[in-house]
Structure formats: structure tokens, C-alpha cells
């Protein structure tokens, strides 16, 4: 019996191929696309799972306030806090801090390597956090002042197949000895790291009982059962005693991720809204995929009533033609879940480079790769395959004989209908979206950022341990040698730049003017030269810019943002004017305010001060495209004054773009699977009209011969698509309405929105489904009317 069931259902398959590879085809794209974003959605919410204390970390941060008006939420906190916390308030079972070092040059055997993520932590880092050791002794890890921990990828980087365990290596200015190697830190954490060093290196240079300089990280461990209402009640009791505008909260590290709007973190957060938006489209193509296969099977059900009927009299029960509906549904299904795999197998290393995540490529070897496809396949022939079978099995043998119902229902129409206006109520929201998207990462770049940061190369001037007259002397002769390249305009140091992580910046909320109150507000600060300003085009508002003079030392410019929030009625009020800054300096100069960090952020306020020696970066503005000749010149300038040390470059307009290119790979994902999210509605579309018009061949013939002409026949199958696509435009435009306004939340500047855009989705909708009808209705036009009616 089964095996006559396969059979029937076989020879059915491929009676009806052209539908079946239609169905086929739709099924298999909406379940691969669905499975590769199943695997992006997991990948985002797996973050911080590595560690096995996960659920009972929590990183401290500060709420900073204006009086009652909250400002923003900082990340980084005082190297005090840690050690008060666990003195004074047993819910916090161990504590550690991590301070950003930033990008540091190691060098070992007279070679010099640029180390991108250099971390000082403090030794009970690894009682909290999971960390596989490689080599060393964990338990006494950092607890040496002298200890530096490399992770495997920067220890063969650095020593090649040589042992690196006790080897002596220059981190900046300190000497170290390699005291353990552990795993690379995997990319589902919020903080990674290349090199770990003691704390207390970067103790060494601030007091560690400060309260006015924030700049580490802090992460507590809470006592079992705990209550974490009770521990953030006990850290406004401490920031009112210890701070004045600020409240510290205790926040879990699994929130961090998808949820994180605060200042300076580590990395740039993922998206929570994004995620959503992203299973919201899996889910959708899914379902678009399934009602393909409804909208067809029960479109073509007349042609399948018959043979339901005639089983029914010879004997068949309702039941057995369920299972012989549904075992066809199975085989479609299968066909198309096998199609799907391939399809997935294939696209991995495209879609890796799309998401812009190192995801686990061999995804086929995880647990649950398979489980999902196991209930996805079940889905699937549920959603696709029950429906139909119930339908067709359910009309009795009297009224499928009778000629006139083997046409399909009302009933039946109706469903096809509305799945149809649900497909392209969709297609609209996706459509639309992805022009909001491109529109907004236009405005963005089109904005005036403050500043013009083209054709600068930036060379990583990292400490090399020299005291800082020798660092003065040596920027002052490589910026003379360089200036001396033809290409060379302009040649800047500075401590700093737009773009570049934010550890590099110094943060304080100890700055107010003479006389006045703190304001609680978080500064950020960096060294910069004379001609910091002119290379970047920068404005100056009021007041002048640094002289090449050891009086700038207690001098310090300020932007539009510092003015407002130190009170003062405008530039020119604020030039002259004494704020306190580590000590007593006077503004001489405000400068328009400039994008330091991404276009989607507000305006920071910023204070420059004058130290040449506390340079990290040498910045060239260069008037030249041959930026290989360039580069090639500048290190030659480089080796002359740093021989063995190595030459770090970057372009700061390149770097800088760095900041939007999480939202440039959404407008990626979302255009790539807006189009696959057509083609398979199109697909669906195209069945169904070729289905019509197989139905009503007849009807064609004698229009034909009764004078209509190919517009006419058109018209006869496009208008009742026209009438559905408006239906759609109805439903889909408040939906990306919404959509536009909940992705926007997160940026400062905003394009406007017009009612166009959302208008031209719908038409877009509708010139191809349009497209779509039409090409297969003219075909059928221009058949001779004698074959139509031959047919029959």
C-alpha cells in the first residue's frame, strides 16, 4: 500500500512538474535563507555564554545627570570602586578591573609588532571569567607586577615555533616577562584581548584611590543569592557620598551586546532591534515560501477534485486520502530541504562576508544546525502540506461529479487572495525599508562632520619607552622630514583622532569653571599640536589655535558642546575664561563642534590641550592619489628615526568609516534578502497566473476570435493583481512606517522621510508583480486561437 502511495505520488510530481520545481524551488530558498539567519540570531544571543558565571557577572557603569536631566551612560568607571565594593557590600563576591591600554608595539629581538588589543586586569580576572590557558599557571597569572599574558595567535605572531614562555618582552615603556599563553578569545565576548598586563602598570601613572578620572572597566561576581535591587540600592548610597551627578549601576554582561547604548565600549554593540528585525524577515520568507506552495496546490485543486472523488467512491477513506495528499507535500518537502542544504552549503562563505561576523562556518557539525532543521521540516509540512490535504479530501463524491464546483470555491479563492496581499504587503515593508536604510547612511555621509578628514595617513607613533624630550625631538625632525615629501601638505601629532577607539581619550568630570560647581558632565580630552586644527580644517569660532611655544601648557581649546555645558553665553564669552582641568588653564579658542565619534552620536564634549610629547599618532594630509608611492616614502622618513621599529599605517577616513559599517552590512543583508524575498513571491505569482491561464485557455481562444486584442488579454489577468497589490500597499506602508521609526531611534541626526519613498515601494511592488502577470499573459495572447480552442 505505502509503496502504491509513493508511486501515485511520484507519477502526480512529475505529471505537474513545472508546479512542483515552482514549489520546490520557493520552499528550498525560504528555508535556506531562514537557516542562515536562524544561525546569525543564535550566534548574536550566544554572547558571553563561554563563560560558565555568566549569569552571575555584572559590569558596573555611570548614569551621569545634569541636575534631574540624564545625560548619557558611561562605561567606564574609577579604579577605587572594585576594591569599595567588595569591602563594603557583601553581595559581591570577587570583583576585577580591565583598563584598555589600546594599541601598543611589543618588541622582542630587536623587532617591533604592533599589538592591536593590550588590556591591564587585575590577577582575579580569570577567577570570574573563562579563559583557557595554553601555557603558565593560571592561579598565578598577573599576580606579578612584571607578568605579560599573550593570546595564541599574537604569541607565534611575535615568536615564530619558539617557546615564548619567559621570554623578556618591551611593552611601551615597561619591561616583561611572558608568564603565560591562553586561546584566542572567542568573537561571541564583548571584550577580547591580544595581550593582558597587570593593573597595576596603569595605576602606576594616576592615583588608584582617584574619583575624578574614569577610565577602566568594572565587573562584580555576585554572592549566591544575592539581590541585585539591593547592591544598585547600596551604589547610589556610594555615589552620593562619593561622587556629585553621577549614580553607578550593576547591569548583567549578557545584556551587553544586544542592549548596550552606553558610552565607551570596549567594542561596538550588536543590535537587539536588528536581530529581531532580521527573524522577523526569516520568519515571513518562510511563511511566503509555504503559502506558495498552498496557493498553488489549492489553486490546482479542481484538477485533483476528480481523482479524490472516484477514490472516495472505489472505497478510500477521508483519512487515506490525507495521507496520500500529505505523503506528496512530504516528498516536495523533502526534495526542497535537500535543495535548501546545498544552498546553504554553498552560500556559508558569501553570507559569512555579508554579516561581517566569523561565525562557525562548519555549522553542518552543530547540534543545533540539525535540531532546527528537524523542526523546520516538520513546519514546513505542516504549514504547506496539511492544509491542501484536509481541503482536497473533505468534498464529497456527489459534488466533486457535478462539473460545475470542480472549479474551486469562493472559499477557496479567498484564502488565495489574501495570502497573495500578505506576500506583497511584505514585499512593500521590505522595499521600503531598504531605501530608508540607504537614505539615511547617505545623509549621514553627506553630513558636515566639523572637519575634513580625507587624504590623511596616520602613522601609529606608539610609546616606545624614550623620555619625552627625546619624543619631542624626534617628532619635531621626522615632521620636518616629512613635510619635505612632495606629496606631504601638512603634518600633525596628536594623542588622538576622530575615528580612533575611544580609550585613546582621556575622560574627566572634574572640569568647571573657576568659582563654579562640578557639573557632573564627562569631558573627553586629548594632546594635540599647532597644526592639529589647520590639517583638519577644523573652524575656529572664536578666540586662536596653539603657537609653537611651551606657554600653551596651561592653555586648552574647546568646542561648541564644552561651551554649552560649562554655562557660558557663547564663543567669544568663553575665550580668556579659567575652567579648572588637572589644575588652572585658560580657553583660547573655540572650535565648531566636530564629529570625534560616529555621525549617529550626539556632539561630545571636547577639551584640547597642548603636549606633543604625549603623541600617539603622526598625521600626514597628503595631495596625491598614489597613495602607495606615499606610504612607501613615509616609512623610509619612519626607519631613518625608528630603525626596527615597525611602520603602522592607516587612513583616517577609512578608519573613521569603520564606525558605520555594522549598519552598512544591514543595508547589505536586508537589500539581498529583500530581492530573494521578490523572487520568491514572484515565483508564487508566476505559478498561480500560469495556472489561470492554463484554466482559461478557452476563454482566450474566443476573446481572440471575437477581436480582443494582446493589451485587452493583458488587462483581462493584470487588474484583479493591481486591485491585491494596492490591498497590500494599504497594509504594508504603516508597517515600514513603524519599522523606519523604531531603526532610527539610534541616531542622533536623522534624515527626513518623505512620503515618496514609502509611495515608490509600493510601486516598485507593483511594477513587478505587474511584470510578472504580464509576461506569462502575452504569451498566452499570442497563441493562434485555433490551438486554444483544440485544446478543449
Known amino acids: 500500500m505505502l509503496r502504491n502511495n509513493f508511486k501515485i505520488a511520484y507519477r502526480s510530481i512529475w505529471k505537474d512538474r513545472i508546479y512542483s520545481a515552482i514549489n520546490i524551488v520557493g520552499l528550498a530558498l525560504a528555508t535556506a535563507i531562514f537557516l542562515l539567519i536562524i544561525h546569525y540570531v543564535r550566534f548574536e544571543h550566544s554572547y558571553e555564554n563561554i563563560h560558565a558565571k555568566a549569569d552571575q557577572i555584572y559590569r558596573v557603569t555611570l548614569d551621569i545627570y545634569n541636575g534631574a536631566e540624564y545625560v548619557t551612560t558611561d562605561c567606564e568607571t574609577y579604579p577605587q570602586l572594585g576594591p569599595t565594593m567588595l569591602k563594603d557590600m557583601p553581595e559581591v563576591k570577587n570583583y576585577t578591573r580591565i583598563e584598555h591600554v589600546g594599541n601598543t608595539e611589543i618588541k622582542y629581538d630587536n623587532k617591533g609588532f604592533i599589538v592591536d588589543k593590550v588590556y591591564a586586569a587585575d590577577s582575579q580576572y580569570f577567577s570570574i571569567f573563562n579563559i583557557d590557558f595554553i601555557q603558565g599557571d593560571k592561579s598565578r597569572a598577573l599576580t606579578g607586577p612584571d607578568q605579560a599574558l599573550l593570546s595564541e595567535t599574537t604569541a607565534k605572531k611575535i615568536f615564530l615555533a619558539e617557546n615564548p614562555m619567559g621570554k623578556v618582552l618591551q611593552v611601551g615603556k615597561f619591561t616583561l616577562t611572558v608568564a603565560g599563553i591562553f586561546k584566542d578569545i572567542p568573537e561571541n565576548t564583548h571584550l577580547k584581548f591580544d595581550l593582558l598586563v597587570p593593573f597595576s602598570i596603569v595605576t602606576k601613572t594616576k592615583m588608584e584611590n582617584d574619583w575624578t578620572s574614569n577610565n577602566n572597566f568594572t565587573y562584580v561576581e555576585l554572592a549566591p543569592g544575592a539581590s541585585l535591587t539591593a547592591l544598585n540600592q547600596k551604589l547610589a548610597t556610594l555615589s552620593k557620598q562619593r561622587l556629585k551627578s553621577e549614580i553607578m549601576t550593576a547591569g548583567p554582561i549578557k545584556d551587553i551586546h544586544l542592549h548596550s547604548k552606553r558610552t565607551y565600549e570596549p567594542e561596538p554593540p550588536g543590535n537587539a532591534g536588528t536581530v529581531k528585525f532580521l527573524l522577523i524577515i526569516a520568519i515571513l520568507i518562510l511563511v511566503i515560501g509555504s ?459 536623522r534624515a527626513s522621510m518623505p512620503w515618496w519613498i514609502f509611495a515608490s515601494a509600493g510601486g516598485v511592488t507593483l511594477l513587478i508583480a505587474l511584470l510578472t502577470v504580464s509576461l506569462q499573459s502575452v504569451r498566452a495572447a499570442l497563441v493562434n486561437p485555433v490551438d486554444s480552442l483544440g485544446s478543449e
Not at 472549479?407 to 497573495?420: E, M, S
Not at 484554466?695 to 474566443?702: C, N, Q
Request: aromatic share 10%; glycine share 6%.
Open 291 to 749: 503559502v506558495n506552495y498552498v496557493n498553488l496546490t489549492t489553486a490546482r485543486s479542481s484538477e485533483r477534485l476528480k481523482e479524490a472523488g472516484i477514490r472516495k467512491v472505489l472505497g478510500s477513506t477521508r483519512l487515506g486520502l490525507i495521507r496520500q495528499f500529505f505523503l506528496e507535500s512530504l516528498i516536495v518537502n523533502l526534495l526542497a530541504f535537500i535543495l535548501a542544504l546545498a544552498l546553504v552549503y554553498i552560500s556559508i562563505p558569501y553570507y559569512l562576508q555579508l554579516v561581517g561576523k566569523p561565525l562557525n562556518a562548519d555549522i553542518f557539525h552543530a547540534y543545533s544546525f540539525w535540531t532546527t532543521c528537524a523542526l523546520l521540516f516538520g513546519l514546513n509540512c505542516l504549514l504547506s502540506g496539511l492544509q491542501p490535504a484536509i481541503m482536497l479530501s473533505a468534498v464529497k463524491p456527489v459534488v466533486i461529479m457535478n462539473r460545475s464546483s470542480a472549479r474551486g470555491g469562493a472559499k477557496g479563492g479567498a484564502l488565495r487572495r489574501t495570502l497573495v496581499v500578505g506576500q506583497f504587503a511584505v514585499a512593500v515593508v521590505v522595499i521600503a525599508f531598504t531605501i530608508v536604510i540607504y537614505r539615511q547612511l547617505q545623509f549621514m555621509r553627506q553630513q558636515d562632520k566639523g572637519m575634513n578628514i580625507e587624504q590623511i595617513l596616520v602613522i601609529n607613533d606608539l610609546e616606545d619607552g624614550k623620555n619625552d624630550s627625546v619624543r619631542v625631538s624626534l617628532h619635531e625632525a621626522m615632521r620636518n622630514d616629512l613635510l619635505k615629501l612632495s606629496a606631504a601638505k601638512e603634518v600633525s601629532a596628536t594623542g588622538a583622532l576622530p575615528g580612533v577607539d575611544a580609550s585613546y581619550m582621556n575622560t574627566t568630570n572634574n572640569v568647571m569653571r573657576l568659582g563654579a560647581e562640578r557639573n557632573g558632565y564627562n569631558f573627553s580630552t586629548y594632546a594635540v599640536d599647532s597644526s592639529f586644527v589647520p590639517m583638519m580644517k577644523m573652524t575656529l569660532l572664536a578666540g586662536r589655535n596653539f603657537s609653537n611655544s611651551a606657554s600653551n601648557n596651561r592653555e586648552v581649546l574647546i568646542n561648541e558642546e564644552s561651551v554649552r555645558l560649562l554655562g557660558f553665553s557663547s564663543p567669544e564669552k568663553a575665550v580668556g575664561q579659567v575652567i579648572t582641568y588637572h589644575g588652572q588653564v585658560t580657553v583660547i579658542g573655540v572650535v565648531k563642534n566636530f564629529s570625534q565619534l560616529s555621525m549617529k552620536e550626539a556632539p561630545i564634549p571636547m577639551i584640547n590641550y597642548y603636549r606633543p610629547d604625549d603623541a600617539k599618532y603622526i598625521s600626514v594630509k597628503i595631495n596625491t592619489d598614489d597613495a602607495g608611492k606615499v606610504i612607501a616614502a613615509a616609512e623610509k622618513v619612519w626607519l631613518a628615526h625608528y630603525p626596527g621599529r615597525a611602520f603602522d599605517y592607516f587612513f583616517l577616513d577609512q578608519l573613521y568609516n569603520q564606525q558605520y559599517k555594522s549598519d552598512v552590512q544591514f543595508g547589505q543583508i536586508i537589500s539581498v534578502f529583500s530581492l530573494l524575498t521578490i523572487f520568491i513571491t514572484c515565483l508564487g505569482l508566476l505559478g498561480l497566473t500560469a495556472h489561470n491561464i492554463a484554466r482559461r485557455t478557452k476563454e482566450i481562444g474566443i476573446r481572440k476570435v471575437l477581436g480582443a486584442s494582446v493589451t485587452e488579454i493583458v488587462h483581462l489577468f493584470a487588474r484583479d493583481y493591481v486591485k491585491l497589490v494596492l490591498l497590500a500597499m494599504v497594509i504594508g506602508i504603516p508597517i515600514a512606517l513603524w519599522a523606519e521609526q523604531q531603526w532610527l531611534k539610534d541616531f542622533a541626526l
